[in-house]
């Protein structure tokens, strides 16, 4: 594909009108033949959703049909998003069990972002913007979901795809017209303003009334454009949510939804801090209703699903703040403990994680940091079986050296473990050391083991090992809780802390 890129030199900026701009950025869609196609592939899918009598064949025949498509698809539905408890290795079983309409929309996404990956790997702006706009989808998605638990909205896939349009006109601006991007880049950091207000100063129209003129070019579903316009106006959103007719509030869970993506995204991705991020959590809950407890699990997930999403389009974006991996930190998980559970699982797990962190402040020796961990994963957690493995020399193997718990006839030291490419697929362990994060899903190491957790002992060129830890398989789906994703996410921190020397 040849990128057509038309750029207006700053008198024409000055210029501009509203009108004069569409008109560029209609044009500019136009002469690009691939999005336009992707576009039409997003709306055959949803069509075929639409559908009652529509097969699983069908969907399976439009996601094979698009290049590499079908891959991708597999890479993602096997990652910890969707934390499956064995792998699927078809696409055809990957619409029987995720869903038609879950596929679909997950596809959809995929296939309108997938335009993009050659730009964003030349780094620059263009890179931030796209890291925007997954990051976006990816929290629209789970907080549409966590409500959609609530009863809140209908149907949750459509999250996803409703933070992808929020955010498309914005992103359109920076692919075809860089330098009107870039010089709204600056405008903000010199007037001290949001990115959104330099965007509408330069064209006349706002971030999201261009992706509303991008969603009519395309001709793209008219609920959309419903949830978009609803998201920008929040406290009409939260008087439709409460007075509204039954699709109404369904819309309006969605636009809630999306209204706190973008709030969180944009902090995230413009290097926003800690403190600008708590800022922008008091914002949105007094927009909208959402509570603290929902969206802090969302935000302590975030890192894992925007990883696994970038490697499934084969895409190395800029990094999340390293904040977000602790910040559903002990104090959260204390009070999502008192709210879930009893008081007395979040005291005792809170009194771990404040015994851990002033061993690392205190520098104290790792091997007893590690020895905390591991009893913090048996006695707070309530993992039955917890095994340390460390990285041989020559770093391609793990090597079995203790254990809590009970394994008949199991001698840690004779346990081996293959790292790098000669780890199978699915090996969870060598995935910890391979991405340097938190895993949940592939194959156990143990057969009887369901849920499980494997955590590297020091991120990326630090690892020194791995904690394995799982329960006794009951026979149920049984699935580690956000919340508990979210505590073992601090103990790997605290972890890689340990072995840096970093406070």
């Known amino acids: 594909m040849t990128e057509s890129k038309e750029e207006p030199t700053t008198s024409q900026q000055k ?31 949803r069509e075929l959703v639409t559908k009652p009598d529509t097969t699983a064949n069908q969907i399976t025949e439009v996601i094979l049909r698009e290049p590499s498509l079908g891959t991708r698809v597999l890479h993602l539905v096997n990652s910890s998003f969707y934390r499956r408890a064995r792998p699927i290795m078809t696409v055809s079983q990957a619409v029987v069990q995720i869903g038609m309409r879950p596929l679909a929309e997950l596809c959809s996404g995929l296939v309108l972002l997938q335009k993009f ?18 990051t976006t989808s990816l929290l629209s998605s789970s907080i549409t979901g966590e409500l959609q638990n609530q009863g809140r909205v209908g149907k949750d896939e459509q999250g ?14 920076s692919f075809y017209f860089p330098k009107m991007y870039e010089a709204a880049l600056r405008r903000s950091d010199e007037k001290k303003q949001s990115l959104s207000q ?27 454009r419903e949830v978009l316009s609803t998201a920008e106006t929040p406290e009409t959103a939260t008087t439709l949510a409460s007075e509204g007719s039954d699709s109404e509030k369904h819309t ?56 696994d999403h970038c490697a499934s389009m084969d895409l190395h974006l800029p990094a999340l703040p390293t904040y977000v991996r602790q910040y559903t930190g002990a104090d959260a998980i204390e009070e999502d403990f008192q709210d879930s559970a009893s008081q007395q699982e979040g005291d005792i797990f809170a009194q771990f994680v404040e015994e851990i962190r002033e061993a690392v402040d205190n520098r104290e020796p790792t091997a007893s940091i590690i020895t905390t961990v ?5 006695w707070s957690l309530r993992f039955d079986r917890v095994l340390l493995m460390l990285v041989a020399s020559g770093k391609q193997r793990l090597v079995g050296r203790m254990l809590l718990g009970n394994v008949p006839d199991f001698v840690p030291k004779d346990f081996i473990r293959l790292l790098g490419r000669e780890a199978g697929p699915y090996a969870p362990d060598a995935a910890a050391v391979a991405e340097a994060r938190p895993i949940f899903s592939g194959e ?55 072995i840096s020397g970093t406070n």
């Not at 591991?374 to 048996?378: D, G, K, L, S, V």
Request: net charge negative; no cysteine.
């Open 374 to 378: 591991m009893e913090t994963f048996a």
């Open 117 to 134: 990956v050659p730009a964003a790997r030349k780094g620059g702006v263009f890179a931030k913007s796209l890291k925007q706009t997954i």
């Open 198 to 224: 330099s965007i509408q100063e330069l064209t006349g129209l706002t971030p999201v009334q261009l992706s509303l003129e991008v969603i009519d070019e395309l001709k793209l579903p008219e609920f959309y």
């Open 15 to 45: 210029g501009i009108t509203a009108e004069e701009f569409v008109d560029k950025l209609r044009r500019a869609l136009r002469r690009d033949g691939d999005f336009p196609a992707s576009a039409r592939v997003v709306a055959e899918l």
């Open 444 to 498: 156990p190491l143990f057969e009887d083991g369901w849920p499980f957790a494997v955590v590297p002992i020091g991120f990326g060129k630090r690892v020194i090992g791995v904690i394995y830890a799982d329960r006794i398989d009951s026979g149920t789906d049984a699935q580690l809780s956000g919340r508990e994703q979210a505590a073992i996410g601090v103990l790997a921190e605290l972890l890689d802390r340990s």
């Open 252 to 307: 309006a869970g969605v636009a809630q939804a999306l209204y706190a993506a973008h709030e969180i995204s944009s902090t995230l991705t413009q290097n926003g801090t800690k403190e600008e991020l708590d800022n922008a959590l008091v914002k949105i809950r007094n927009s909208v209703d959402l509570e603290n407890v929902l969206l802090s699990d969302v935000i302590g997930q975030l890192v894992t699903r925007f990883q």
């Open 160 to 173: 996803y795809l409703a933070g992808t349009f929020y955010e498309l006109g914005m992103l359109l601006v």
